[in-house]
T-cell receptor
């Protein structure tokens, strides 16, 4: 069975601070995909990134960066110079075949 | 591209009534659609997987007679909450997977409140 753990329930930072959201996953499959989604108050999921299990390259997209480490089964997400608009719930998810398993989410609050 | 819509975006109903939620893939055909439920401040939980033209596959603990899913065409799946009760109040989100492409695209969600 697969499992995704986001140990941080809520994080509060002041604007311009860097923040890292942790994600640890469990699976016995060797082929899988990892995702990060943003869920603003409107509720609609916003896709941020997808990474397959064979690609451990870290990725940077603007202020966002992701660190994938198979050795520790982690897929962490860092926001650099956070902004108020980053306030949302962030979900990490694991997909094996078609089944997508979500973590419990981390609520990020960025204040001025 | 890859837009998924849901209708209605929110609904309030009385206890005991049935509510139908539609999920449409607007610019692609989806052989498979997924229904998720999200309680306040909780994660998304997969309820069922529906395949066009066949019966839906429900996750453990989800009552198939209560949550009726119909995937009648390659662009439309419906979820009917029968005899709704206040504990069914939740945010229901669908996703659609394009034919021959293993990726899910999410709808905007439907907020159901049962009084």
């Amino acid at each position: 069975a697969q499992k995704v753990t986001q140990a941080q329930t809520e994080i509060s930072v002041v604007e311009k601070e860097d923040v890292t959201l942790d994600c640890v996953y469990e699976t016995r499959d060797t082929t899988y995909y990892l995702f990060w989604y943003k869920q603003p108050p409107s509720g609609e999921l916003v896709f941020l990134i997808r990474r397959n299990s064979f690609d451990e390259q870290n990725e940077i997209s603007g202020r966002y960066s992701w660190n994938f480490q198979k050795s520790t089964s982690s897929f962490n997400f860092t926001i650099t110079a956070s902004q108020v608009v980053d306030s949302a719930v962030y979900f990490c998810a694991l997909r094996i075949y078609s089944k997508l398993t979500f973590g419990t989410g981390t609520r990020l609050q960025v204040t001025l | 591209g890859a837009v998924v819509s849901q209708h209605p975006s929110w609904v309030i109903c009385k206890s005991g009534t049935s509510v139908k939620i539609e999920c449409r893939s607007l610019d692609f055909q989806a052989t498979t659609m997924f229904w998720y439920r999200q309680f306040p401040k909780q994660s998304l939980m997969l309820m069922a997987t529906s395949n066009e033209g066949s019966k839906a596959t429900y996750e453990q603990g989800v009552e198939k007679d209560k949550f009726l899913i119909n995937h009648a065409s390659l662009t439309l799946s419906t979820l009917t909450v029968t005899s709704a009760h206040p504990e069914d109040s939740s945010f229901y989100i669908c996703s659609a997977r394009p034919t021959r492409y293993n990726e899910q695209f999410f709808g905007p969600g439907t907020r159901l409140t049962v009084l």
